[in-house]
């Protein structure tokens, strides 16, 4: 038997708003997607669960719920640096730069990277083919900078965070994960948070994730229409697609659907459905066409199956 996935509809929507524009096991966590885990793997099975594989022992762990993506990501970058750098050989890092635990970090080819600083005591720190790093910057491992990666001037970058490959990441970011061809490029935080691809925050947008009151966080659950009880710290869940104007500020346990453009005074509602346009609804065509622009600034453009698949879930009841 070859590797395939038959993950039931009942567990991709607990995964809302991501599932909307991908497949649940092509959802990013750690270095890697959950799919490309398994086939570098040769796994010669049929999953029927979102199992991420153990790599440095026979552990396995199982993503049920959208915050596990951000619990589980320390632990997943840990378990695809063991599999990605095995019996491998870093690139060299250069002497500008200050590493604590070098033998925890590792570069692809072609890395840029000068006058930075990376502590790797608490975990590895991969940096993919093509990324820059720079100068300024300081990643605090377990983090994971992927491939054509750009990480700006003095970005503070803590543990548990994944940069996906050809997203920016400048400001503080922890404990997120930005799923790839996203930006997060200037100064505000981003934390404990997952960004799915194509998104955009605005200069100086933050999130919040821990209550003032430091109580139980609720976040929507598309899958039962309603929000529920998630713990002490959830922070901006965004979908494909979307973006948010500068200074944006949004609330703990916010969910973004897919392709909304965030913007008006006041902190934004907590669930903002998909093809949101402030207090409106985005057109479609205006949608597309907004896309496509995004697109053309990172060489690619709108294909025809993202129009069909946008199509289907513009249409989708509310």
Not at 127 to 152: D, F, H, T, Y
Request: aromatic share 8%.
């Amino acid at each position: 038997m070859s590797l395939s996935f038959s993950i039931s509809k009942e567990i991709s929507d607990n995964f809302y708003p991501f599932t909307q524009t991908r497949k649940a096991e092509d959802i990013r966590i750690g270095i890697l997607t959950i799919k490309e885990k398994w086939q570098l793997l040769n796994a010669n099975e049929e999953i029927t669960s979102l199992r991420l594989p153990g790599i440095t022992s026979n552990e396995t762990k199982t993503i049920e719920k959208l915050t596990d993506i951000i619990h589980l990501n320390d632990w997943a970058i840990c378990q695809d640096f063991a599999l990605l750098t095995k019996n491998r050989t870093s690139q060299p890092v250069s002497s500008t730069n200050k590493i604590i635990a070098p033998e925890n970090v590792f570069l692809e080819e072609a890395v840029k990277m000068e006058h930075c600083i990376i502590n790797a005591s608490n975990g590895p720190v991969y940096i993919g083919k093509n990324a820059e790093v720079m100068e300024g910057s300081v990643l605090r491992g377990p983090v994971s900078i992927g491939e054509n990666a750009i990480v700006k001037m003095g970005t503070k970058i803590y543990a548990s965070t994944t940069i996906g490959p050809h997203s920016m990441a400048g400001g503080e970011i922890k404990n997120s994960i930005i799923f790839g061809y996203s930006n997060k490029a200037h100064d505000g935080y981003l934390g404990d948070s997952v960004l799915g691809e194509w998104c955009n925050l605005g200069a100086g947008t933050s999130n919040s994730n821990i209550k003032n009151t430091a109580g139980d966080v609720k976040l929507w659950n598309h899958a039962i229409q309603a929000y529920e009880s998630v713990g002490l710290k959830c922070g901006l869940i965004m979908g494909d697609y979307s973006r948010a104007a500068i200074n944006t500020s949004f609330n703990t346990g916010t969910v973004v659907g897919v392709c909304c453009n965030i913007f008006n005074e006041g902190f934004p509602p907590k669930f903002i459905p998909d093809f949101t346009w402030g207090n409106e609804r985005y057109e479609l065509p205006k949608a597309m066409n907004d896309i496509d622009n995004w697109k053309k600034l990172k060489g690619k453009r709108i294909t025809e199956e993202e129009k069909v698949l946008l199509e289907k879930i513009y249409k989708q009841p509310k």
